[in-house]
């Protein structure tokens, strides 16, 4: 007996498991993510385990590499929430290996024109919607052996939208085939803008910005991703149809409770 | 020029590194410690520059090994926050690594007797007081030079009193000669005495233990740490006389802030 | 607001999960194990997937230490294969490190009296059965909050009988209050009884000796473990009473199917 | 005496290792090649050892990333194995530093120009064949102190031939200068053609541009490697001119063999 | 109360850390850097204590991929020897994660062109400088909480001057916006340029090459980095106003040493 | 086909690796060994590639954990310098995973008693001749699958003299059968002994106790290894009768050369 190389493994699961955060948009619903920055399969399963929707990996910010992305992706599987990554910056190579590794959708930042929103989501599918390469050697056992044949209409694609730039193309970029909407990122907007604040969604031109995204969005029935600051902006937010709101990262939890712990302590025991 | 691979390195820094814990409390102030349980030297030093007085890598119910714990004792070393362990067991070579690696104190678990008490401190302090083994190889890096000359007086070493046997013993304990005092498990305390709560220090059999065991401490002039609940009892704990006080554990940090924060975000847009 | 370090987190499962080898045992059936050698996550997953009832862990002979072990863990509970280990030796600080970690259940080598038994067993149980010490970080996430309270029950404790000696107290072993079985190690048993073969199977002499520990083992009404090298012998192993039987070894898999796979080609294209 | 950052250290041995590979090539054999995908040291040093001529790590599919490959290199040259690398993407970072680690070859996936080709052995070649940059870290320990002399005759270039747009470029590919090859994907070439079966040999039209391909390679005197998923197809493509054919993919020996393992165990004792 | 995912954490640090490098320039001093290229955060920290002005972490020709790294920068924040990092290649993800990660400095190789150049310094820029993007994650906790106000100004770019192409537009090269200066790569320079030596500093076309890039330097202000092999040279290369002379290179140090060591031995017991 | 669990696998290879040491002083040869304390397998492979007769990885005052030697083991194994380490204590978890993991002899440091010497040495002999399990995982690969017939003929085992304790019961621990050897301490025994300096081989009190410690090694044929730190000295210790010097020490061979290159660098352009 030859033990094949080639072929696909022996069919073990037969239907793909569906992406959760696909079913909760067709009901109408806002999907609530979770923003992992710290390296760290064990804190990855921790917040899984918390019940949010969608989790996902920041390889930009973050300061997880691939090797440790994997390691956190077995943790979060062993939950039901949506494993989401960011990748670093529009690249085929990392774009690749974080969909044959299982995850059901990317963010890919500073996403300013058709071109790249092209390039990006020609990297996420399979053909002839797209170049990528076949091989999905743990999405295969995360999603069900038909992962292949499923693959190109699981796979989330949200570009992000950040930059003065990438609003004048705002709807170049929403409308390229095969993506499925924007992830709105506010502060390096802001930046980009040249506005005071970092990210504050009380500067009127942001929240025009956002305005302009939005109806962009509606228009072309996408969806729209976005950070909250508050459960209120997260309320707004939603009502302004953003579809998936993180109100948490890791590292900003951890920090600020941990300041907060020992600014009580302190003033009782200083 | 054939390189020495028995002595000691070429002298850079002259003067030990203190131990901020010693002076603090021959000042009488009580410090404040965070216990890590995550392993990730990111995390550590996320919490190391918040500002704790001790930080205490968890290596019995935490989740870091021995070279996680090395990468995290890195991490902690860019701050004067000072580092201390728990060691999973009452073991010399994870002991003896630990200190070569540059811990400034270690916390036992589980001592039981005077043997189980000389036994740790033994194995923690050089000849003639313990049988240490020589090669401080990263604590002469974050120590300095001399390390050898002032170690036995600058590592902390606390037994942990969490049975009821090691209440029985607790003199013969305490009075381990190269001890400096004990760190009190009220959960494991709670357990062994066969009491309803989970170290709940509202419990007047445990809160009784607690009394002994400071009667000892004070008559003996050791030191006592205990982990806090709440503020209050942080206050409640220093006015009993702890003087290390441990009120936050990185993992319930993290989980019980995610919990909170998708609890306030589901009530506005579940 | 103080997040507390003491307290259990806060709830959100409460019920915990079941041991599913006990409910198969319970039920009269065989559980078929595999035997985790190579240290990494991603070929624990993929057998994980594959479909046996336990998959074991191998500290003592396989090459993965505990960082190591954690991540195969968060493979392995992707799936509802119970997560099993073999600790490297009788030391409470690894078997309780492993607990911690989720294992729901430990094989410990080289079991060869009572007081080495009771040993064993009290290291994986909390008072007053035993003196494991309170701390189940991630069992409470694998397990549910109620970890503690059900822990007794649902962790599986496996004493190997692997030498001569072990025969011998056999009884005195097997009942040893909180152990739930043995697992044969018949290589090291053959050694031992100084036989020829390794863990040779038609050895009259080995299969006399298996004899005598099943007849133990329904007497005592506990459970018996071990390797099995054919079909036929599993089969075999099987009727004789073990109902935990373990016929793959992931890195002789690996290295007889890449021995199979060159050899039949090199037949063609030598 | 000032150590020298710049030279290269002093010289030990002074022949530089052969190219095994273009050795059985010369002498008209068919190498066999074995393909890696599980990220670790332990799987790679296992099957290194059994014989196959060649070990290509595929850091594209499978889950190693750089760090991981790097330790699989040192396990592979336990023996005289030649190690291979498939790099994710044609980009010269991952290329330049695998070379660096010491890989004899490598295969770039997706090729499908002249320019492309171009671009792939520009960054594997020392000027004025191409643009590598010098720093041959690993690769002198592997190869000796000569390696920056020979390494453009030693290291061997597989541009991947996958996409119909490959085959239509291809005359331009494989006459790229310093180009030693192909590695023809037959998996992606199907899903690029529209074919139904994911590399079916038995399609015709597979076969086809496989013939195509051969012609191409035979009149430049090139080298082709392929997957081969049976040992029967394995003789017909060493038949067609295959110089490098990969009968294994680790995961999959892995998996296929666990499966069936499992399956005959179920048989006797389900 | 929720935690905010897309704010900055709680101000703590108010001023942020300076570059030491580039105070010492502004004296007119020249800096002495050590380059690393062992994968260890323990090699890391034994060199930054040694008293070197800056440690520079080679990612093209060293071993340590960017998960290394990180453990590489908590090692040398022990100290305040300056990190900064060489780039494997002229990409926005690489650049951009390591300034998160909190280098003060990067060294990218291969720099050929005036657009080369600008899109190097992009990278390292915030808007409307650059188009870095915002999330320095570890350089708040390194560097202060005033990181992105400040990083503009504090963190060095040097740009690779190695092929005869940069020479030819090196004065294009060095006055790009935002350029810091340039790192002479003599090796590569000298095999581009066809030369016998390797880097030969005697190379009478070498050393007019260097006089023409100096030339260049002093004309616009900038700083000139290079590897010197010996302390002869090290001045030299000072007098000819290189500021940031790097005489060191971990790898060479220790083989080095270990072969005279050895042979030393030999001499006496072989 | 069921893959077996339980016996060896495969025959590859026949004949078992020869334990160059042992050859070396059948020879009268004295062997020269390098120390490594740097948790890296690119350090090692690069001092294995030096030419050193062995190479010893010390887990007691070094800084690599398990999991890090074994990537050490690989990279040694790239060489045919034989392959060392020592233990960070004296417990037979850790000793049988390095004789597992291929390691040719062990160091056990503070070995004080005949009980200890037989504790150690039964830790790593097979029946009859120790307790030693069976699963020589990576052995058979380094060594060959006759492994297991000639392992206690092939492993050197070498007990720590470094205690005042220890020279009483010196004949004790020489005779106990099984053991090759000692290895002198010479730090640890002065400090024991009440010395001033740390190992000085010129205080008259160690020297006589390295004479004791040699009458014995000669009176029973045992083979007596130490650290030297000048050539003379190591050609000293030869004629004293040591065969197996080590001169060198991984971390102080760079941190000195660093701090030398450093020095004369400065000296240059301070």
Known sequence: MLVRALDKPKKISLKMRKNKLKQLWKEGKTAINAWLTI??????????????????????????????????????????????ARVPWNEPATIMRLLDAGVYGLVCPMVNSREEAEAFVGACRYPPLGFRSYGPIRANVYAGDDYFENANQTVITLAMIETAQALENLEDIVTTPGLDGVY??????????GLAGLGDLNDKKLQNALNIIMTQINKHDCIAGIHASTPESAKK???????????????????DAAINALEETRKWIG
């Open 237 to 255: 937010l939603s009502e302004q149809g953003f579809r998936l709101i993180t109100p948490v990262n890791d590292t900003n939890l951890l920090r």
């Open 184 to 193: 709105v990122g506010t502060i390096d907007l802001s930046i980009s803008m």
């Open 39 to 84: 390296p760290s399969a064990w804190t990855a399963e921790t917040i899984a385990h918390t019940g949010f929707d969608a989790i996902t990996i920041d390889m930009q910010h973050g300061l997880a590499d691939y090797q440790t992305t994997l390691s956190m992706l077995h943790a979060i599987s062993t939950t039901d929430a949506v494993p989401l």
